[in-house]
């Protein structure tokens, strides 16, 4: 990276603002691990000061009086492509901070936590009317943001937002990518169930003692490549992949009734560690050594958990532990394993659902937000419109039933919008990956099931991990994969695991 | 409080400063202690980075260019005594950040960075000459800093060190006390060590699992009155008391031959940890509600270890607690656990001296590093004096013997200086509570075998922990106990334990 300060001056301004801002996000992350972790309940005010006082001087770094002419002074220096790459991030991270008047964002922030506070008790309660008192401020408050933020990128209002989370993705392709699913989903969800009507599987039965589930779950994030040298597995009431790139911070949740819950989801979270850990360590502490974007981030974690856990060559290589953590059963029996683990089933609630109906949930997401968004509904319209999509994609009547429905999720009460897309953004990049996998390695389920994940490791590494924010996310894609995201790599994926 | 911005607008500024500095103390101390605790290897370069950072942010706002106005436009606004009170602190939390020229600090920093890193190894191969080439120059700084402290605040040069660890005290009371001590504590020792020898004690018999000492040590910190909603129990290589006033964060170490030492060991940190969980609520946030000393702070974690659980009185209630997480066994029988925990050894080593031997230990090196900040000796004058000392005040020749003598510390290395008279003090102070505690609740030790700690608490709490840093250290000693440090009490309670 160029950056010398002799060429460069305001670029080399730029970076060491960068270098403390990440040193900030160091504590904040870490304090805010362990408030979720570790943290006992008398903390919690103290804590909650602390961090907004960091939050505080974090906002006051990125909004810095001098960035916007450092950034603009450093366009014309002469830096290298990756120098270049870092400026574009270091762009992106300023617009973010600084797109929004003071007055707006404290606006958001008072509605999203009037909203969300109120929307505990409303969503049990079935009170959509109720919600919506609040919720059409939110609303409006994300319209604003949605059209400054427009302004200043010149995209449309929804990709505007969208952008924050997967950056350089339009909903012209995503329209294109969830029009084209949506064409083949529904019936491919119905045979996959009518199949699975006659296949017999056998339950595991607990229970299972937190200490096997603990050193099973350590083992499995062995054998998937965790580095315990730089960071641990602990515990937390919602599991979260936390602390920094150096040491990256995991916590599951426990159940004795079952083992797998806690197991998948460790899975799922050593994902996105081992992004975190792989990420290029020459430009750790630049925006350019950070995860992509969380669609990406997701892709990681559904590689592990959907790609590899899930398929049927990894259950041979689970059946032996658990033998071996639980004491033998039955069900632990590979082929059985592997039926418990890709069990298809329509459902009203999102983060229940398999990943054969997952995008279902999501698309009918984002097709309501962007509309909201971009001024097409109102708040008013989502119920009606909800239950119409969910008919068409599950075949699932949700009239009157606002809990299971347009209630479920913390993320519209809490104003982000344009997040949705990233999970099955993510686990179609996921489907990508395997098949540019398979395509380099044509042996790989063979490898695999010998117990030997290299191939998979060594195409992340090369592929995702080390290019931190090196392109932005079609361009990463294309380079990896050698094409743009094709969903038909998901659809193949879908139909080689629940119809064959 | 009076803080009215309106009649006292500079005092009002300085609690904003001291309230900021407050939630970043937090944030250091938290990943202080994960640091320790919880960080796995792989992460320490870049927290040191974070914590470097967050460190020189704390020393910006504590010698933030206002400050000094505002201190003197405070002293003429009209304050109440409470309000005076945190003036005085704030005062000299301003003297102590801003005395140093930042040279000399960096250079002290540096200097003892080399000095200590040398000693690990230095002081393993007995290399007292390796050692005083890096030694000297610590010692140069420490006078030359000793000599601008002096000049700042009147005092001597080792007063205006020690000054900062026991506010208000003075090495010509000091003098005073210790050599008192020295009249009596050879032959005391003495005739302890004596009256042992006839003694039969009989050794508990291990291995102790972990899991059976954590549970232990949480059961009697539950009896000493550990509130586990506002603090933990985890474990470190060092065992200390670290976290925030509202989140105590105590850590032990456990050896599966020993818990005595787990056990005693957490005692200790309780009490530094009870003394913090109750500071005064009204005044945390500012330096009037942080607590008073070293030395007093010490004079709590002595309180529960060496007046309460070492006490025999104690030792009936510790005796079931034992047989239920270990199993009986005749070594828990009280009166054998009471003379286990009051071994009296002449030894070389101060971290393994007991209660009657450790003053000893302590006032040989204060006596000889304040000869050497005062320029009445040299740096290589210190082995020759340490055997002198030794020999008169423990019978012990320690000549050649640099490892187990003047090497054995790592104060010196690192250039603090002024420190080790809090241990002793401490242990006075407690001794000095407990005599005043017998004399408001003459049934105490009988309430205490009956498992009624609650006069120890209300006392403690009442005249210590309430108190926070409302007065300097001489006159929080006389409103607690009537009178001013008596080194009398300390003897009566080692004569009491020892010699009857």
């Given at each position: 990276m160029t950056s010398d300060p002799k060429v460069a001056p305001s670029f080399a301004e730029l970076t060491r603002v960068h270098a403390r801002l990440y040193r900030y996000y160091?504590?904040?992350?870490?304090?805010?691990?362990?408030?979720n972790a570790m943290m006992p309940p008398g903390g919690s005010e103290?804590?909650?000061?602390?961090?907004?006082?960091?939050n505080a001087l974090i906002h006051r770094t990125r909004t810095g009086p001098r960035l916007a002419e450092w950034l603009r002074a450093a366009e014309a220096e002469p830096l290298d492509a990756i120098a270049r790459a870092n400026l574009r991030e270091m762009r992106r991270d300023w617009r973010d901070a600084n797109a929004l008047p003071e007055s707006l964002v404290e606006a958001k922030t008072l509605a999203g936590a009037r909203c969300e506070h109120a929307w505990r008790s409303q969503r049990p309660a079935n009170d959509?009317?109720?919600?919506?008192?609040?919720?059409?401020?939110?609303?409006?408050?994300?319209?604003?943001?949605?059209?400054?933020l427009a302004e200043d990128t010149g995209f449309s209002r929804y990709d505007a937002l969208m952008d924050r989370f997967e950056p350089g993705v339009r909903s012209q392709d995503v329209d294109r990518i969830f029009g084209e699913v949506k064409g083949w989903?529904?019936?491919?969800?119905?045979?996959?169930?009518?199949?699975?009507?006659?296949?017999?599987?056998?339950?595991?039965?607990?229970p299972f003692p937190v200490a096997a589930q603990r050193a099973l779950n350590t083992e499995v994030m062995t054998l998937l490549g965790f580095d315990f040298a730089a960071g641990r597995l602990d515990e937390s009431a919602h599991p979260f992949s936390g602390g920094v790139a150096e040491d990256v911070r995991l916590?599951?949740?426990?159940?004795?009734?079952?083992?797998?819950?806690?197991l998948l989801g460790t899975i799922h979270e050593t994902g996105h560690a081992r992004y975190e850990q792989?990420?290029?360590?020459?430009?750790?502490?630049?925006?350019?050594?950070?995860?992509?974007?969380?669609?990406?981030?997701?892709?990681?974690?559904?590689?592990?958990e959907m790609q590899l856990a899930r398929g049927?060559?990894?259950?041979?290589?689970?059946?032996?532990?658990?033998?071996?953590?639980?004491?033998?059963?039955?069900?632990?029996?590979?082929?059985?394993?592997h039926r418990l683990m890709t069990r298809v089933k329509r459902g009203r609630i999102r983060v229940d659902a398999d990943e054969a109906t997952y995008p279902a949930h999501v698309i009918l997401r984002y097709e309501i937000e962007r509309a909201l968004i971009e001024g097409e509904i109102e708040a008013d319209d989502i119920p009606a419109l909800w239950d119409q999509k969910m008919r068409a994609l599950l075949g699932l009547d949700t009239r009157g039933n606002y809990q299971d429905g347009c209630l479920q999720d913390v993320h519209w009460p809490e104003g982000a919008f344009g997040y949705f897309p990233s999970y099955t953004l993510g686990a179609m990049y996921a489907a990508q990956w395997f098949a540019a996998m398979r395509r380099a390695v044509p042996e790989l389920d063979a490898r695999i099931a010998a117990g030997d994940l290299a191939p998979v490791f060594e195409w992340l590494s090369a592929n995702i991990w080390?290019?931190?924010?090196?392109?932005?996310?079609?361009?990463?894609?294309?380079?990896?994969?050698?094409?743009?995201?094709?969903?038909?790599?998901?659809?193949?994926?879908?139909e080689a695991r629940y119809l064959n």
């Open positions: 160091h504590l904040a992350s870490i304090v805010g691990w362990d408030r103290a804590r909650a000061a602390a961090e907004a006082e960091l959509w009317r109720g919600f919506l008192e609040n919720f059409r401020e939110v609303v409006r408050i994300a319209r604003e943001e949605a059209r400054l989903l529904p019936d491919l969800v119905e045979r996959a169930v009518a199949k699975q009507g006659h296949e017999e599987v056998i339950v595991p039965k607990g916590t599951t949740r426990y159940h004795e009734s079952d083992f797998a819950r806690s792989n990420l290029p360590r020459a430009w750790l502490g630049q925006p350019l050594g950070t995860a992509r974007s969380y669609g990406v981030h997701e892709s990681q974690s559904l590689s592990f049927r060559a990894f259950a041979g290589l689970l059946a032996p532990l658990l033998k071996r953590h639980f004491g033998d059963q039955p069900a632990f029996e590979p082929d059985n394993l080390s290019r931190g924010c090196l392109w932005e996310t079609p361009e990463l894609v294309r380079r990896a994969s050698g094409e743009a995201l094709n969903p038909q790599h998901f659809r193949r994926h879908l």
